[in-house]
């Protein structure tokens, strides 16, 4: 399995669809309120057209998303350290107390191209390198660095999604100055009134939320990947495979329930959390109350941990001291857990009193939900490669003659580079990001949208 069919440069503009059927359901739908949105938009379907716009923005993948899906489908994974550690999927534990798990079958930031398992790995020297000591089949270095179109059909929708907004709220916004003009309606019973410069904050917030994120993503692709075996001491990128390092890994039981456990972890967090319900009333204007529930999720206790490991990119290893990086990227999460019921009567009616002294509400489910980096996983990072004392080389009985063995990895900051340490490989990362040009452009024309409706008033 390889990438030979697979152009990784998009160029200017890809047309995408979903690859999931769940997402073409989505698709369809939105395509259709387009439609008829259009057909009736002075007779006001813009506002139904603009949410079809969105709707198809938001189930259409990303330029190569598809593509590298195709591929990771079709490539044979790497053996697991346990058999059948995590089933995919969903599975129903108990129907009688409703209890669930779901592994998500999909990951987006799993290996892409085949990689080395354990029944492979040099178990007498971690530093070594694997085979010839070429670099892993997903190395930058032999994949190259993937490059998103400018325009996808997402960045175009979301455009498409804010002009037909923009245009049918400006025609309410004209609609309703002309009954205030006439007397037939007073300013303060105007509904938007405000939309205008609702529209303009709106655009800015987005816009500096989207120029951070495109200097992220501008970091990854512009820093070159160094290999192992080459790197010197100073800020680097580094992509390889998760394995241990002598302080092995740790077997996550979360919450301390041995049901839940998730084997080969070298960083973990999980969330205990709790479906909370209660009723709210409000009373409207001319006197009418009306009592409708309200639900939401709330965190009740949580926990993380790490130990070292190392990165192995094929040709050879380096230390990774994961406890110094700040930013951490899990991706998605490995397994979830629900329940109807807490794990002990004490828990149950704990959580339960909690929710109805604080909220006069009741708990209806729990929720487990873990996140972890395992081994044999992809890794990529930015840090800062340092030199190791002579007495961690010591406890390890390495005399530093090879370079890669003295040196290892810290999350540190340095001039224009921000530590951070993500699950996936350089490909698999940016095989999922919108362009540059999709995350300053959307929010400059809602912006432009915005500040255009003051016109109006």
Not at 8 to 27: A, C, D, E, K, S
Not at 294 to 305: A, F, L
Not at 409 to 430: D, F, I, W, Y
Request: aromatic content about 10%; some cysteine; glycine content about 10%.
């Amino acid at each position: 399995m390889s990438l030979d069919g697979v152009n990784l440069n998009r160029g200017f503009f890809h047309f995408t669809v979903p690859y999931h059927w769940v997402n073409w359901i989505g698709w369809v739908i939105g395509l259709l309120m387009v439609i008829g949105g259009l057909i009736t938009f002075i007779d006001g379907g813009g506002i139904v057209a603009a949410i079809g716009f969105f709707v198809i923005a938001l189930v259409s993948p990303a330029s190569l998303e598809t593509d590298l899906h195709n591929v990771r489908k079709n490539a044979p994974q790497p053996d697991d350290l346990e058999e059948a550690a995590l089933k995919n999927g969903y599975e129903m534990e108990s129907w009688f107390f409703g209890r669930s798990s779901y592994s998500p079958t999909n990951d987006p930031s799993d290996w892409i191209l085949p990689a080395p398992g354990p029944s492979t790995w040099n178990k007498e020297d971690r530093y070594a390198q694997d085979g010839d000591g070429s670099a892993l089949p997903e190395h930058p270095t032999k994949v190259g660095t993937p490059i998103p179109a400018t325009f996808a059909t997402f960045g175009v929708s979301m455009i498409l999604f804010i002009i037909t907004l923009a245009i049918s709220i400006g025609m309410l916004v004209v609609d309703e100055q002309k009954q205030i003009d006439d007397g037939t309606l007073t300013a303060d019973a105007a509904s938007f009134t405000y939309a205008p410069l609702l529209m303009t904050i709106i655009g800015a917030i987005w816009l500096i939320v989207g120029f951070f994120q495109h200097k992220r993503q501008q970091q990854m692709i512009d820093t070159p990947t160094s290999l192992v075996r080459s790197v010197s001491v100073g800020s680097a990128e580094l992509v390889g495979q998760i394995r241990p390092a002598p302080e092995q890994w740790i077997n996550v039981v979360v919450d301390g329930n041995p049901r839940r456990m998730i084997p080969g972890c070298v960083d973990f967090r999980w969330e205990y959390e709790v479906y909370v319900c209660r009723q709210e009333t409000s009373t409207d204007s001319e006197g009418n109350t009306t009592t409708k529930e309200v639900c939401n999720w709330r965190s009740i206790r949580s926990d993380h941990g790490h130990v070292p490991f190392m990165l192995h990119d094929g040709t050879g290893a380096i230390r990774v001291e994961s406890g110094t990086f700040k930013k951490k990227n899990f991706g998605n999460f490995v397994k979830q857990w629900t329940s109807n019921h807490a794990d002990t009567l004490r828990d149950h009616f704990k959580t339960e009193f909690a929710a109805r002294l604080f909220s006069d509400g009741d708990v209806r489910k729990h929720r487990w939900t873990a996140y972890a980096l395992r081994i044999g996983n992809p890794i990529y990072l930015l840090g800062m490669v340092k030199p190791r004392s002579r007495d961690e080389l010591a406890s390890e009985g390495l005399d530093g003659s090879i370079g890669h063995t003295a040196i290892s990895v810290h999350g540190e900051n340095s001039p224009g580079m921000k530590a951070n340490l993500q699950r996936g490989t350089e490909l698999a990362n940016l095989g999922t990001i919108r362009s540059s040009a999709e995350l300053l452009l959307m929010p400059i024309v809602c912006l432009l949208c915005g500040i255009s409706m003051y016109s109006l008033l």
